[in-house]
């Protein structure tokens, strides 16, 4: 049959040309793309939109659709400000997601010193679209030893300086640090539109975790945590929150238990959770006075007892 003859041959003649097409656009894209500029503008315009200097060694494609930037630094604002390096942030999307109507995002993050994490987020395409509060259809993450020291500093400095800051509290969370390494991993599965099917889990560590007091101006020993983690398990919609976590040293005792019901969209999520806030010896003589002024005089020997309920975008809080 030439007639067939002929169509293969055509059908193998723009085949071909197809290939040739992808491969030299792929050649574009990861050798001779001009990213020396576009580091600089990406750079220059999450350093307007957030405000913070954000600096980067190396940028560039990341095989088959994302991007790898290396030598990340995201310093905060403020008289103590922070900074926060990574060796690696690697970003890649899945296609096949976009089958299912969804948006697939991997995420993999190293440190200066090599530990790392991994974060994989699948969302509805709706939630790109100004989708607020949009439930994520699964979130997880693996952090093998992964060093906490910047984030946690640039997070407390982050807190030390919203608009929202407690007076009393900044000047402490500005003058104390964290450190250790975040092992564990979160494998969550959500329904946007049955929110009671979402499940999963939280098994989360800090390993060789301080809680570092050593600035001149507070006198106080480092406290070392003998117990630091973050433990819950998801069922029928209820993220129930482990007696397990909790954080404590010799003089401070951190511990929360309850529950959040997951709700969609995500901020109208109801909380139901009960904290305790225990400090000792020096920590109680130096910040003891933080207890009262938040509690209202209620705290009673250094220790302080919080229910916090209501809806995760508005959340109350009370002494009991």
Same mark, same amino acid.
């Given at each position: 049959?030439?007639?067939?003859?002929?169509?293969?041959?055509?059908?193998?003649?723009?085949?071909? =040309?197809?290939?040739?097409?992808?491969?030299?656009?792929?050649?574009?894209?990861?050798?001779?793309?001009?990213?020396?500029? !576009?580091?600089?503008?990406?750079?220059?315009?999450?350093?307007?939109?957030? *405000?913070?200097?954000?600096?980067?060694?190396?940028? *560039?494609?990341?095989?088959?659709?994302?991007?790898?930037?290396?030598?990340?630094?995201?310093?905060?604002?403020?008289?103590?400000?922070?900074?926060?390096? !990574?060796?690696?942030?690697?970003?890649?999307?899945?296609?096949?997601?976009?089958?299912?109507?969804?948006?697939?995002?991997?995420?993999?993050?190293?440190?200066?010193?090599?530990?790392?994490?991994?974060?994989?987020?699948?969302?509805?395409?709706?939630?790109?679209?100004? %989708?607020?509060? =949009? !439930?994520?259809?699964?979130?997880?993450?693996?952090?093998?030893?992964?060093?906490?020291?910047?984030?946690?500093?640039?997070?407390?400095?982050?807190?030390?300086?919203?608009?929202?800051?407690?007076?009393?509290?900044?000047?402490?969370?500005?003058?104390?640090?964290?450190?250790?390494?975040?092992?564990? #991993?979160?494998? +969550?599965?959500?329904?946007?539109?049955?929110?009671?099917?979402?499940?999963?889990?939280?098994? +989360?560590?800090?390993?060789?975790?301080?809680?570092?007091?050593?600035?001149?101006?507070? *006198? !106080?020993?480092?406290?070392?945590?003998?117990?630091?983690?973050?433990?819950?398990?998801?069922?029928?919609?209820? +993220?129930?929150?482990?007696?397990?976590?909790?954080?404590?040293?010799?003089?401070?005792?951190? #511990?929360?238990?309850?529950? =959040?019901?997951?709700?969609?969209?995500?901020?109208?999520?109801? +909380?139901?959770?009960?904290?305790?806030?225990?400090?000792?010896?020096?920590?109680?003589?130096?910040?003891?006075?933080?207890?009262?002024?938040?509690?209202?005089?209620?705290? &009673? %020997?250094?220790?302080? &007892?919080?229910? =916090?309920?209501?809806?995760?975008?508005?959340?109350?809080?009370?002494?009991?």
């Amino acid at each position: 049959m030439p007639e067939m003859s002929v169509w293969i041959q055509k059908l193998g003649g723009r085949t071909g =040309v197809g290939v040739i097409f992808g491969v030299s656009f792929l050649f574009f894209l990861l050798v001779t793309f001009p990213y020396e500029i !576009l580091k600089e503008s990406i750079a220059n315009g999450l350093s307007r939109v957030t *405000g913070m200097t954000i600096t980067m060694d190396d940028f *560039g494609a990341k095989f088959p659709v994302g991007f790898q930037a290396r030598g990340l630094s995201i310093t905060s604002q403020g008289a103590k400000a922070r900074t926060m390096k !990574l060796g690696v942030l690697s970003v890649r999307f899945n296609p096949l997601y976009l089958l299912t109507g969804k948006v697939g995002a991997r995420a993999y993050i190293e440190n200066p010193d090599k530990s790392s994490m991994d974060v994989f987020v699948a969302l509805p395409i709706g939630a790109m679209f100004g %989708g607020e509060g =949009v !439930l994520p259809s699964r979130i997880k993450i693996d952090s093998e030893k992964f060093r906490i020291d910047d984030l946690a500093g640039f997070a407390l400095a982050s807190v030390a300086g919203g608009p929202g800051a407690n007076p009393l509290l900044a000047p402490v969370l500005q003058g104390i640090g964290v450190t250790g390494k975040l092992d564990g #991993t979160v494998d +969550l599965s959500l329904s946007q539109s049955s929110p009671q099917d979402s499940s999963g889990s939280i098994k +989360l560590k800090f390993v060789d975790a301080f809680l570092k007091l050593s600035d001149p101006s507070l *006198g !106080l020993p480092d406290q070392k945590f003998s117990r630091a983690a973050i433990e819950g398990s998801l069922g029928g919609g209820i +993220l129930n929150i482990d007696k397990a976590s909790g954080f404590e040293s010799e003089e401070l005792t951190l #511990t929360a238990g309850g529950s =959040v019901a997951v709700k969609s969209p995500l901020p109208a999520s109801q +909380l139901q959770i009960d904290l305790l806030v225990k400090l000792q010896k020096s920590l109680a003589d130096k910040f003891g006075f933080l207890l009262d002024a938040f509690s209202g005089g209620m705290a &009673r %020997g250094g220790e302080l &007892r919080l229910q =916090v309920k209501g809806p995760l975008s508005q959340p109350s809080t009370q002494p009991i």
